[in-house]
């Protein structure tokens, strides 16, 4: 699986803010089937910085209600997706995802 594959794009919410400033921690959705050591290198080798540590999880998909005109409402199931949460070592930084 190639770099660009692997990292689909950065979070940047309230809460992964926070993880930045306090513990150094990066939020990114990658793809489904990418592993940690898949993960790592992705991160080391797009942003030239070390990784310490890697957490992986799986976001289930949660029902939506499609509403249309002249149609009744129909639940669809959203997909599911995979979001990674890297440490980086003390000093390095993805400037890129600062808030």
Same mark, same amino acid.
């Given at each position: 699986?190639?770099?660009?594959?692997? *990292?689909?794009?950065?979070?940047?919410?309230?809460?992964? &803010?926070? *993880?930045?400033?306090?513990? /150094?921690?990066?939020?990114?959705?990658?793809?489904?089937? #990418? /592993?940690?050591?898949?993960?790592?290198?992705? &991160?080391?080798? %797009?942003?030239?910085?070390?990784?310490?540590?890697?957490?992986? %999880?799986? %976001?289930?998909?949660?029902?939506? %209600?499609?509403?249309?005109?002249?149609?009744?409402?129909?639940?669809?199931? #959203?997909?599911?997706?995979?979001?990674?949460?890297?440490?980086?070592?003390?000093?390095?930084?993805?400037?890129?995802?600062? #808030?």
């Amino acid at each position: 699986m190639e770099i660009t594959e692997v *990292l689909r794009n950065g979070i940047v919410t309230e809460k992964t &803010v926070r *993880l930045q400033e306090r513990y /150094n921690q990066y939020t990114f959705k990658v793809a489904l089937h #990418a /592993n940690k050591i898949e993960i790592r290198h992705a &991160v080391e080798a %797009m942003f030239k910085v070390h990784v310490v540590s890697v957490n992986v %999880m799986r %976001m289930p998909g949660k029902e939506r %209600m499609i509403r249309r005109k002249g149609a009744a409402p129909r639940p669809v199931q #959203a997909r599911e997706w995979k979001k990674a949460i890297v440490t980086l070592a003390q000093g390095d930084s993805i400037d890129s995802l600062k #808030a």
